[in-house]
């Protein structure tokens, strides 16, 4: 699908971002393997969560559709799950294959993780190598670190693990594993990764415990089914954060929206750069922090990233550098080594993009560096199947001259399926 983007000189109105997309797997996910019927409330019914239902589904779990962005989770307890008669396939979602890596690492039967093209691409060994200390089998290509990956589970061992990377995929896949070891298994991090796990299992009953960048699970508790309300996805509103920013007039506000501390890096950063986004209605929904933000035109300047805020916002790189392509000065974004292994190579990905667009761009070992501020052309742009990549170049497409076409625009139904009909509302 190609899509043809003009520019806005103004965007105005009110958007409802999809639930949030790591808090709708996990909901799911827990519901399963708890007491009970789970009810969940804006669910994310995008690709990647779609993937998590449907491997449910083939571990034998009854999963209703009750209504729009609404599902009632039949949970099977922690040791509940069947035996899949077929391989599980997780489409193009990392979350997916790694989180059920570490739940099928605790089950005491054979299953096979699969997954699209992208997905037996990225790695897996950052997950396989904790979860075969504790004791599960899991065989794959490369040693176990390319999908497909075949697990026989059961009889772990509780560990305490030094994660080389913060990363919210890794610690959940290690601490759900630690579900089914007896004892307390331990992870950390070099920093604080989005903790959405850690409050989630908490409320289902399970006994988490933090220290710093430490977190701690007590295997084989009871978990007892939830009313889960998901909020707004912070990473979806992040484009509408971008493009309320850069054009020339408007105001956007984005309702009900995530503000998880450990998620909020791209507040943290806009405001840096001189973003104008205010809060209201603050209020706290299944344990996560929410509210609105509204968001107005600002000059932005550019600045440094790195360090302990990239696992804060690391899912909003792209749209940041999109940022800093209409931002007055240098932006340098450092310690993202990760993003060569999301959905596409989002560094490499990035920067020729924004080469397309005529911005100066430096394409670094771990991030970029952007030279912003100069007016950007219209150009033709690939998505690069990634639903970020996306959506990120139609928010630059917004203040370029000209008319911009993107190819494969269909890839931000993965995260956002509304996003670009949200957009074109917001033109006068």
């Known amino acids: 699908m190609e899509l043809t983007i003009n520019p806005a000189e103004s965007l105005r109105g009110k958007v409802a971002v999809p639930g949030d997309k790591s808090v709708s797997h996990r909901a799911v996910m827990f519901g399963a393997l708890a007491e009970g019927i789970t009810e969940i409330e804006g669910f994310l019914a995008g690709e990647d969560c779609l993937s998590t239902v449907s491997c449910l589904r083939k571990l034998g779990v009854r999963i209703d559709e009750t209504g729009e962005g609404r599902l009632q989770v039949h949970g099977k307890g922690l040791h509940g799950l069947e035996e899949p008669g077929e391989a599980l396939d997780v489409g193009n979602s990392g979350t ?4 059920m890596l570490g739940i099928l690492a605790g089950q005491g039967f ?3 993780l699969t997954g699209d093209q992208s997905i037996r691409r990225r790695p897996m060994a950052r997950v396989t190598l904790p979860l075969a200390k504790m004791g599960a089998q899991i065989l794959g290509r490369q040693e176990g670190n390319l999908a497909p990956l ?34 307390v298994t331990e992870v950390n991090e070099p920093y604080v990764s989005r903790d959405h796990t850690e409050r989630m299992l908490r409320a289902f009953g399970a006994k988490v415990e933090r220290a710093g960048t430490r977190v701690a699970v007590e295997g084989f508790p009871l978990l007892k089914a939830q009313r889960v309300k998901v909020p707004g996805d912070i990473s979806s509103a992040a484009f509408f954060l971008v493009a309320g920013s850069i054009v020339r007039d408007g105001e956007i506000r984005l309702t009900n929206v995530g503000l998880n501390p450990t998620r909020d890096g791209i ?19 299944s344990g996560e922090p929410v509210g609105d933000l509204i968001v107005r035109p600002a000059g932005l300047t550019g600045v440094k990233i790195g360090g302990s805020m990239i696992p804060r916002l690391i899912d909003e790189i792209p749209v940041l ?11 340098e974004i450092r310690d993202a080594a990760e993003l060569k292994v999301k959905e596409s190579n989002r560094i490499a990905a990035v920067a020729r993009e924004l080469v397309k667009l005529g911005v100066r761009v430096e394409e670094l070992p771990d991030g970029l560096r952007i030279w912003g501020g100069k007016p950007l052309r219209g150009a033709d742009m690939e998505s690069s199947g990634d639903h970020r990549m996306a959506m990120a170049m139609a928010v630059a497409a917004l203040g370029a001259q000209g008319t911009s076409r993107i190819r494969g625009a269909e890839a931000a139904a993965v995260s956002f399926p509304d996003f670009f009909a949200a957009l074109r509302r917001l033109y006068p």
């Open 267 to 285: 507040l943290t950063v806009l405001a840096e750069m001189g973003a104008s986004i205010s809060r209201e209605n603050l209020t706290e929904v």
């Open 96 to 99: 997916t294959i790694r989180l």
């Open 110 to 112: 054979f299953s096979v």
């Open 321 to 331: 550098a999109v940022a800093a392509a209409y931002a007055r000065g240098v932006t």
């Open 150 to 183: 075949a697990v026989r589970g059961g009889n772990l061992q509780p560990i305490a693990y030094e994660s080389p990377v913060a990363s919210a995929q890794v610690k959940s896949a290690v601490l759900l594993a630690g579900l089914y070891a007896k004892g």
